[in-house]
């Protein structure tokens, strides 16, 4: 690809068959300049990949016929959809993007309890129509809406995020996105699109829960099992100041640990600043109750009674409300660095939770955050790690350093906070990594994402993708 000029006939001749837009890096019409550095646009703004054409692709068909330009030009590509990995893989150096993020149409089956979704589209916008809008009565008249596995985050979209697992905030209750995935449409290397479920390609379906996006073809469509949720549900947050963090991660690591700890509970924690960005460091307790309300209180009631709390905004109220809120947190436009991974079953000990608050006490930036948020157990512990290509189901915490910063000259010394941070933190995990918080300075990553998976892959890869063309830093080799 280093020595590729666009060739302007090939290029014409797509724009014609397309419904959707070709853009390039060095058109001649400002217009589309503009709309080419728009469309490069992605959550991690250190990263400095320039494609040389970005394909923006409306339908299934857009997709063939980008795969089949791409290779008969003999380029390289990347699938992008809402451009959230951590090291950028959705955009390749020079190469050719076929992005995705357009494609956003949906439909649900009252009936089934299943939505089938474009890769284009982001699970707050299909919640609002299944929980907001659509109701259903319970025995008792209570009233629920129906809710997919689908992260906090309003920008990250449902494909790259279910391929790589997925957790959200009711995982506990109903397992990963990637174990809710019925079945998955999919263009392959060779142009053909192919349905991937139980039935058909049982090895691909397989594989696409948990190997990750960007490996085995340009997903366009997959179909979800819903679940029933309460139109209020009882969540919130509380906050205590960072002299208590060690005590409430201890609670915290403790409630984990007790057996008897109802699936309904799910509660991610992290260590920040109040009011966020520019307030004092605290240990903030997130989360929900997935089942009736009065049933959770027991168990929020022990966190809102801990120590002495700064703020506590735990209550009963409704669910697309709380999830609208946690999303607005989120900061965009950041420079950042993410380093993590998960925990050895007694690697919470009391010695880690001590070094990871003092360390974090040491942050020279305000918008960044030591994140316990990937809550394990519960209905995502009961699948077999060798059911999907989802390996992690025995881990029940994980840390997520998330180094953020605004400006080029801070780089150094919040890079610095990151890699200590890690540093002290590597004796107490497992050596396993999640495979969407992915970080191209792990050098063992077939191990760290996929365990005793990884042999399997490389065989569905052999047989789906034998000549590599879904290639990037860390993606499946034959
Ligand atoms: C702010 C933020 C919040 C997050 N919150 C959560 C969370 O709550 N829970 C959680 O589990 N994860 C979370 N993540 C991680 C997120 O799930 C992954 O980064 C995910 O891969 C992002 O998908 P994307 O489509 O937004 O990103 P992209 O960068 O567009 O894609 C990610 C990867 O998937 C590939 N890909 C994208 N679309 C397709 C497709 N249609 N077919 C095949 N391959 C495709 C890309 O090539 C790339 O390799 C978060 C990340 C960020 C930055």
Request: proline letters at 4%; aromatic letters at 12%; glycine letters at 10%.
């Amino acid at each position: 690809m280093d020595n590729y000029y666009l060739n302007i006939e090939s290029i014409a001749s797509l724009r014609k068959i397309l419904d959707g837009e070709v853009l390039l890096s060095i058109s001649r019409n400002s217009e589309e300049r503009r709309r080419f550095v728009e469309a490069l646009e992605i959550f991690n703004i250190s990263i400095k990949s320039q494609p040389a054409i970005i394909i923006r692709c409306e339908s299934t068909e857009d997709v063939v016929k980008s795969v089949k330009f791409i290779k008969s030009e003999d380029l390289s590509c990347s699938i992008r959809s809402g451009g959230h990995h951590f090291f950028g893989a959705s955009l390749k150096d020079k190469g050719v993007v076929i992005d995705v993020s357009n494609m956003k149409k949906f439909s649900f089956n009252e009936q089934k309890q299943t939505a089938t979704l474009q890769p284009g589209c982001d699970w707050h916008t299909l919640e609002t129509l299944t929980h907001g809008k659509y109701e259903k009565r319970g025995a008792n008249d209570e009233r629920y809406g129906l809710v997919a596995t689908g992260g906090d985050c309003p920008t990250v979209l449902n494909s790259g995020y279910t391929l790589g697992g997925g957790y959200g905030l009711s995982s506990r209750s109903f397992g990963l996105a990637c174990d809710n995935l019925i079945s998955a449409e999919l263009v392959l290397a060779t142009g053909e699109v192919v349905q991937a479920n139980d039935k058909e390609n049982p090895d691909l379906y397989w594989a696409l829960r948990g190997a990750g996006g960007g490996n085995f073809g340009v997903v366009t469509s997959l179909e979800y099992q819903l679940h029933l949720l309460p139109k209020e549900v009882l969540c919130g947050y509380i906050e205590w100041p960072l002299s208590q963090a060690e005590d409430v991660m201890k609670f915290y690591r403790d409630m984990y640990l007790n057996e008897n700890l109802p699936d309904e509970l799910s509660l991610g924690m992290f260590l920040g600043t109040s009011p966020y960005p520019e307030g004092e460091p605290v240990v903030n307790v997130y989360g929900l109750y997935t089942g009736p309300a009065d049933e959770g209180k027991e168990h929020v009631e022990k966190f809102q009674e801990f120590g002495e709390p700064i703020e506590d905004i735990f209550g009963v109220r409704p669910y697309l409300d709380f999830m609208t809120a946690i999303g607005e947190e989120i900061p965009y436009g950041l420079e950042s660095k993410r380093k993590g991974g998960y925990f050895r079953n007694d690697g919470l000990s009391d010695e880690a939770i001590s070094s990871i608050v003092s360390h974090f006490g040491k942050c020279p930036s305000g918008y960044s955050l030591t994140r316990f948020d990937l809550q394990g157990g519960g209905a995502i512990g009961r699948v077999a790690q060798d059911a999907t290509a989802f390996v992690h189901r025995d881990s029940l915490f994980h840390i997520s350093i998330g180094s953020f910063w605004q400006h080029e000259s801070e780089a150094e010394e919040n890079l610095k906070w990151a890699y200590e941070h890690y540093q002290i933190v590597s004796p107490y995990l497992n050596g396993h990594a999640y495979q969407n918080y992915a970080d191209a300075e792990i050098t063992d990553w077939s191990h760290a994402y996929y365990g005793q998976n990884y042999p399997r892959l490389q065989q569905i890869k052999k047989k789906y993708d034998p000549e590599n063309f879904f290639e990037f830093k860390q993606s499946i080799r034959t």
